[in-house]
């Protein structure tokens, strides 16, 4: 089995090695760039195709628009391009002539979308607009890390239009939840849904929403923002239409991504000292099926796993590991390393027994199940196993929010155990940046489902009734 380092000692490198030697990812030869290997592919393409049907179902079609971006369109958003202006990559170059514009390297679509729409849009009948699109993206991070944070990365990014302000900020708030349920249901990862902060809203917008995910390091990840763009980027790119007044309006936008970060949630959230755990609904292989062959068995024993995995391929996504070169236990060691929901031995006994031995990757537990009726256990387990995963994350994250009043044991608990401390923020941006300044630590969101509490600002003592959510974060 390929070695990694302890997850207890060394999260850092634990993180990195799990990641490379799952054959997730791979270092590209551009700093900052990562080459995403078959196996980590196919785990996006199960998460992008399980994202892609819930966005659809709410009404919205994909579409794609360029990688390059006129550099004026980025400067006619002030917010938006002081944003974005340090992470820019430009093209000043063609072949051998330099350009008459620069153009940017797409670190986000709003300004070339909103200039498509002020050429589509001209009526109330148009409205609302619903268009997603699947693209790459570039930002040139100074620090970079596998999934989390890279230079290049792959992302969805839904860009709307609409009548009212109303609709709008329904539109936002519905796929907020759309992420949510997409968390918390296909990749077992339990979220925190909330309001950004003025300080920690997106560039141009009028409001962001994020749903917030904890890892088991104790650092926060955003996984999913939604935002509201109002009418900033529709005044700047003249996205008019005639309503039924007979009066011409600004649209109201809306803007909302999640990337392949969530790869690193992942990780972080489920892989244990032997590596990955992959929820059962995105792992790209969920039930690896692993022969027992004595050599006099060998023809029995290949031949009955062939059928099994011919039953199984019914219902599952099943891989049969029929490799000679390695032993029984070096494939298991492997596979739980790649964090395969079930893996299913057969040998000679089970086959004399009529059953075969199932056992879960997240809690090791074995257990016989019947030839009769095996297609039915393994869905079952494997519904068992994305129940189990997102069980043993929720009380983690339950076990690591601290409710705090006092600054003391607030930032003990950033020196040390870290994780989410629910807090009373007086609303100040003097004392958000105080406690950035001084804990690491920065407001993850104003949780939508709270409600109004007495207490005094976790910083300067003032009475508020705004409880929100800190956390160190990546």
């Not at 930002?139 to 839904?158: A, I």
């Not at 299913?344 to 027994?353: F, S």
Request: aromatic residues 10%.
């Amino acid at each position: 089995m390929e070695h990694i380092a302890s997850k207890a000692e060394d999260f850092s490198q634990w993180y990195t090695d799990v990641i490379l030697k799952s054959e997730l990812a791979d270092y590209a030869p551009v700093r900052g760039c990562m080459v995403i290997r078959p196996y980590g592919y196919a785990l996006w393409e199960n998460m992008q195709a399980r994202l892609d049907a819930r966005i659809k179902a709410t009404g919205h079609r994909n579409a794609y628009f360029p990688l390059f971006i006129p550099e004026s369109f980025l400067r006619r958003e002030a917010q938006h391009v002081e944003g974005f202006a340090p992470e820019v990559a430009w093209v000043t170059r063609a072949g051998s002539e330099d350009l008459a514009e620069p153009l940017v390297v797409r670190p986000t679509s709003e300004t070339v979308i909103g200039y498509m729409y002020s050429k589509w849009i001209k009526s109330w009948r148009d409205l609302p607009v619903l268009i997603n699109q699947w693209a790459n993206v570039v930002r040139w991070e100074k620090t970079t890390r596998l999934f989390l944070r890279t230079s290049e990365f792959l992302w969805q990014e839904g860009h709307t239009c609409h009548r009212t302000a109303e609709e709008a900020e329904e539109e936002t708030l519905r796929m907020l939840e759309v992420y949510r349920s997409f968390l918390t249901e296909d990749l077992a990862i339990p979220v925190i849904a909330g309001r950004k902060t003025e300080q920690e809203k997106f560039a141009g917008a009028v409001r962001t929403y994020s749903v917030e995910a904890l890892m088991t390091d104790g650092r926060a990840l955003q996984a999913g923002t939604s935002h509201n763009l109002g009418q900033n980027f529709a005044k700047v790119f003249d996205i008019t239409f005639l309503d039924q007044d007979d009066q011409l309006k600004y649209v109201w936008q809306t803007s909302w991504g999640v990337s392949t970060r969530l790869i690193g949630g992942i990780i972080m959230v489920h892989g244990d000292e032997r590596g990955l755990a992959l929820p059962p609904r995105v792992a790209p292989t969920q039930v690896v099926i692993v022969p027992i062959m004595p050599p006099a068995a060998r023809e029995t024993v290949l031949a009955a796993a062939r059928d099994v995995e011919a039953r199984l391929a019914k219902v599952c996504r099943v891989e049969f590991d029929a490799r000679e070169e390695y032993s029984p236990g070096w494939k298991f060691n492997e596979w739980e390393l790649k964090g395969v929901p079930v893996r299913l031995e057969i040998g000679p006994r089970d086959i004399k027994a009529g059953h075969v031995v199932l056992v879960r990757r997240d809690t090791g537990e074995k257990t016989t199940a019947p030839m009769d009726g095996l297609e039915r256990a393994v869905e079952d387990l494997l519904a068992s196993v994305q129940n189990g995963l997102y069980e043993r994350a929720k009380r983690f994250m339950d076990e690591n929010t601290h409710r705090l009043e006092n600054y003391d044991d607030f930032k003990a608990v950033m020196e040390t155990k870290r994780g989410f401390v629910y807090a009373p923020w007086c609303g100040s941006q003097g004392c958000e940046a105080t406690i950035k300044d001084e804990t690491g630590a920065t407001i993850r969101c104003i949780p939508l489902d709270a409600s109004p509490a007495s207490g005094t600002c976790i910083r300067c003592g003032s009475v508020t009734d705004l409880w929100v959510y800190f956390a160190k974060a990546y």
